[in-house]
């Protein structure tokens, strides 16, 4: 019988060893040989649902778990240490100067993203690391290549945001670590598993010390089984390294829209876990647009920036959100508005700031209890809308919205929203895709591009409706219909405008949006085979 166990592949910088040392390595591969398997088939259910849903099976909610949607008994663990107030978090990767940044901003949560707004390179996953190590020792600095000088202060009193990361989601693999199973077969490492053991063997004790604790936000769930995983996974990880049960805290991202039909039964998984849930929007349209991508018009959508967050089928998954987490106790946190604001243009700034001021007003006046920005100089915009529901409240836990009565029918109104589908439409998911996957090649994994902060996740809307418009059949509002050459000639205009620097990987970037928007197939993350290919 072989032992099971991990095998380092990718090449080792500077203090990569603090951090792949053979305990924490060892602590990885338990997880791996405990949980791998039930990974594995839930992605299979995944795939499968996948399939239901192409042939017609919307998703509803559950017949099988109505029990638990009845009982009124239960609540979630909530808040743990330095999570009571999450009015204003900061979202961003974990690089040193982003990093120090956000522990700067006057947030109260930091996310230190491992996902969507990192791209997936093996130094940024390692370096990631070592700056979250770091932070949580108290010794991050950075030095620029201009030899300007980056020390966390924190804010006017010198607090820094409460830590919590997020690693990768359970599609994604770590292609510069093995597993060796018990049958001496070798396969990548799960993404998230590396991501969240070489963070909890590392960090949690020393946040535990300083008044936090380890906590995360968990992506892309799908169901309520994967919720039950990641409780399960908490649960081990804590008795291993001897720390009570139920120090951890998730915040669940509900993105996608299977996990919309199954919001309560996530919160009861992880009910001992669980401080709240967050509303996802990109990814959630992303989500809505592959699920149903070939249904008919019925699930089309007009361009990108006619999706606003007040259209029916967004206003009832936020106002079911909000009513879910409040009744079991739960925080419920609003999504990122992708405006930012520009040091150089004050027009662009005052736009900005306007957007993200009545977005933010929304959300507070909807009930939730904080949100997220991209850009410290949004924090007092959001803060002040916040503070204006809140007060001196760290949340509103009591409005239960006993007023939030939300239908199937209501999540998937796709339709209701209408709008058009424009050329200048077609041409800004080009552009957006073509230059954010560049960018995401280069290693930098959150873009700012035309005054919008983008991620993965809006380039995946991006590529999905150009996908979906051509096997549609849809006509523009100029009345050109978008078939495979017209938008291959339009790929190939927009590429060309282009502007190149040596060294830019613009040319595989076109590369995998031509794989991901015009092929027959479409693959289910446009990253999984960028990833695979490029980095």
């Not at 050459?485 to 927009?494: H, N, Q, R, T, Y």
Request: charged share 25%; aromatic share 10%.
């Amino acid at each position: 019988m072989i032992q099971p166990h991990l095998e380092v592949t990718g090449d080792l910088g500077a203090r990569y060893d603090e951090i792949l040392t053979p305990a924490a390595l060892d602590f990885v591969s338990e997880l791996h040989d405990r949980f791998a398997g039930t990974r594995h088939d839930l992605l299979a259910t995944r795939l499968r649902k996948r399939v239901d849903a192409a042939n017609g099976r919307d998703p509803g909610f559950l017949t099988e778990t109505a029990h638990i949607r009845r009982d009124p008994s239960w609540r979630v663990a909530g808040a743990g240490p330095g999570l009571e107030d999450r009015r204003v978090e900061i979202t961003g990767p974990t690089d040193r100067k982003m990093a120090i940044n956000a522990l700067n901003s006057g947030a109260k949560v930091w996310l230190a993203d491992q996902e969507d707004a990192t791209s997936p390179t093996w130094a940024n996953v390692i370096e990631g690391q070592i700056t979250l190590f770091d932070t949580v020792r108290g010794q991050l600095d950075f030095t620029s290549a201009e030899g300007k000088e980056y020390t966390v202060t924190g804010d006017a009193t010198g607090a820094t945001p409460t830590i919590v990361m997020r690693p990768r989601g359970w599609h994604l693999v770590e292609k510069n670590i093995s597993f060796v199973d018990r049958a001496n077969r070798t396969m990548s490492a799960s993404g998230s598993l590396v991501d969240f053991g070489l963070y909890f063997f590392h960090n949690a004790q020393r946040l535990i010390e300083g008044g936090s604790g380890p906590y995360f936000y968990l992506p892309k769930l799908e169901s309520h089984l994967e919720a039950r995983l990641w409780d399960d996974i908490f649960s081990h990880s804590e008795d291993a390294l001897g720390l009570p049960y139920g120090t951890i805290r998730a915040t669940v991202l509900i993105e996608t829209i299977q996990a919309a039909f199954e919001m309560e039964e996530i919160l009861y998984e992880l009910r001992d876990h669980c401080a709240g849930l967050n509303a996802g929007r990109w990814d959630y349209i992303f989500s809505i647009i592959k699920t149903f991508r070939a249904r008919g018009r019925r699930f089309v959508f007009p361009d990108r920036k006619q999706i606003t967050m007040t259209v029916p089928f967004m206003r009832a998954y936020t106002e079911l959100l909000v009513s879910t987490c409040h009744g079991r106790g739960a925080y419920a946190i609003g999504g990122m508005s992708a405006f930012i604001p520009n040091r150089r243009d004050p027009l662009v700034t005052e736009r900005a700031l306007e957007q993200v001021a009545a977005d933010k007003k929304r959300e507070a006046g909807d009930g939730f209890d904080g949100t997220w920005v991209a850009h410290p100089d949004l924090i007092p915009t959001a803060q002040a809308e916040f503070d204006a529901v809140l007060g001196d409240r760290p949340n509103q836990l009591d409005r239960t919205r006993d007023d939030v009565s939300v239908t199937a029918a209501e999540l998937l109104d796709v339709a209701s929203v209408g709008g058009q589908i424009t050329t200048a439409g077609v041409r800004d998911n080009i552009t957006i895709g073509l230059r954010y996957i560049e960018s995401w090649l280069r290693g930098v994994g959150a873009a700012a591009i035309d005054n919008l902060m983008e991620d993965a996740a809006t380039a995946e809307i991006s590529r999905s409706q150009v996908w979906q418009w051509i096997h549609d059949n849809s006509v523009t509002a100029e009345g050109v219909r978008i078939d495979g050459p017209w938008v291959d000639g339009l790929v190939a205009e927009v590429f060309a405008g282009l502007p190149r620097t040596p060294g830019d990987r613009f040319d595989d970037a076109l590369s995998v949006f031509r794989t991901s928007a015009l092929e027959p197939e479409f693959p289910t993350f446009l990253t999984v085979g960028a990833y695979a290919r490029y980095l």
